[in-house]
């Protein structure tokens, strides 16, 4: 455009001259060389112009463009930040888990909490915490050999100056009481009790718990409601007297399992009764949500590995577990404890069968973080 306006205003100044000097030889060498320089300016103008033209259009060219590696690489880095068992069973992934992971994430936001926090994604069994400020919360399974380690964990981190120590005993609360209170506790914090599972509210939530054997569990706590233990603590709910746990068993007593309330159920009154679902459910929170389930029969190897994955916050603990065991080990124990027959273990086998597998699925993991670590 800017050249068409140039080359109009040249055509009638050529002209006017031309009108002017038509019998003027000397004008007419002049306008040759007039018209000449025109052209050479015009030829100069004309390229500068396609330049800046042109220049844009290779930008934006390149701008449309996106690395075409991305995708590869960010799917990589996911899948090495999940890297729980589930996962690598090609299962499917859960949209309630997904959310529940926004919702974190959102209230993560809405509290400040820093970048140095632990991200969501990387809530899983087995990786290493470092640093101090977490909300540590210890679910404890009845009758698993919970109060040594609780008492420990208290102790070490008294030592470690990381205490602020809430102890929450029985489990008459429901998980959406808990949830709020868990909200204005300041880290580092370290909650312990019989309380059931709570979908983490925000991002410094570490779980620990144990488990054990179901019958040896079922059986110590059959006793210890039947007579308490060595230190005088009683149940709060006593068994009737003179009934052994064979007579129990096979009087036809309901034997339900309450493992479901440590690992999956958030709500007391919650109905249901779908042992499958809440099976899974309760595998996929191990998963997420615990740093470690460790196993009564190994304890000297559970307490190894949660030196080993909260180093900074349970460092000594094995020196501390060693010497309350050696104070308190005969208190804790559950008094005339009497083992159960063979025909009463064949019906709790049966029985217990869920809490058997959930058993089992969480002694796979245990055996594969030894190896990991290296615990013997």
Known sequence: MIIRVYCAKLEKRHQFILQTSANDDFMKKSMKKLCCL????????IAIEFCVISKPVQTHSRKIHPPVDSDSDNDEEESRDRGTLEEKNERPIDPEAESTDKYIQHVGALTNESSSRVKTSE??????????KYLLIYNNVPKCGSRSLAHSI???LKKNHAFHGIEIKGDKRNGKDLAKSFQRIKTPAYISGHMPFVQPSRQDMVYINMIRDPIERFTSLYYFALNGDESGVKP?????????IDDYVK????????IYFHFDRDDLNE??????HLLERAKRNIERYYILVGLT???????????????????????VYRTVVAEKRHDYATKNKVPPSNETIAILKEKLKDEYELYYFVKQHFSRLKKQY???
């Open 236 to 244: 709060e709910a006593p068994i009737r007297k003179n009934i052994t």
């Open 38 to 45: 025109l052209v050479a300016s015009l030829g100069v103008i």
């Open 123 to 132: 809530f899983s069994l087995g990786k290493i915490r470092r640093g101090k």
């Open 251 to 258: 009087g036809g007593a309901s034997i339900q399992s309450n």
């Open 297 to 319: 029969e190994e304890i000297n190897a559970t307490v190894i590995l949660l030196e080993n994955l909260l180093p900074d916050l349970l460092h000594g603990l094995r020196r």
């Open 374 to 376: 290296k615990v013997k």
């Open 271 to 276: 109905t249901d009764d779908n042992s499958e």
């Open 154 to 156: 208290k102790d070490v």
